[in-house]
C-alpha cells in the first residue's frame, strides 16, 4: 500500500519540479494535470475494468503524480516500461519461489512504476530511440 503522505509529498515535488523547468501560466498547470492523466491513464482503465483486483488506485495516483513530469511521448515510455519490468519480476518470481500458491499472490506495482519513471527520467530519449530501432524500422 502506498501512504498518501509520501504521494502528497511526492506530488509537491514533481510540481516544484515541473516549474523549475516551465514558466508559472495557466498553459502549463493544464499541460501539467494532462501530462499526468496520460501518464496514469492505462493503469487507470485497468482499476476500473478489474473493479481494483488488478492494480490498486494508489498505482493510479503514483503514476499520475510522476507522469506530471512526463511529456505523452514519455508517458507511453513510462507505462510500456512499467508493465516490462513487472512482468520479467513475475516471470522470474514464478521460476525460482518455492512457494505452490504464489501465483495467487498480488505483486506490488508500485515498484515497477518507481523503477520506470526514474528509467524514464534519465533515459527515456534513449529508449524509444532503441524501441524504434528494434520494432519500428
Excluded at 93 to 122: H, N, Q, W, Y
Amino acid at each position: 500500500e502506498i501512504s498518501n503522505l509520501s504521494l502528497i509529498f511526492l506530488f509537491v515535488l514533481s510540481i516544484a519540479f515541473y516549474f523549475t523547468n516551465n514558466e508559472l501560466n495557466l498553459r502549463n498547470i493544464i499541460m501539467l494535470f494532462l501530462n499526468g492523466i496520460i501518464s496514469c491513464s492505462l493503469i487507470l482503465i485497468i482499476f476500473i475494468v478489474t473493479k481494483g483486483n488488478g492494480m490498486g488506485f494508489g498505482d493510479v495516483l503514483l503514476s499520475f503524480t510522476v507522469g506530471i513530469n512526463f511529456s505523452p511521448k514519455e508517458a507511453l515510455i513510462f507505462n510500456f516500461l512499467s508493465f516490462v519490468i513487472g512482468a520479467f519480476y513475475s516471470v522470474v518470481l514464478l521460476l525460482t519461489s518455492k512457494e505452490k500458491d504464489i501465483k495467487r499472490k498480488p505483486i506490488a506495482f508500485g515498484p515497477m512504476i518507481c523503477l520506470s519513471s526514474f528509467l524514464v527520467l534519465l533515459y527515456g530519449n534513449d529508449i524509444l530511440k532503441i524501441y524504434i530501432d528494434l520494432f519500428l524500422s
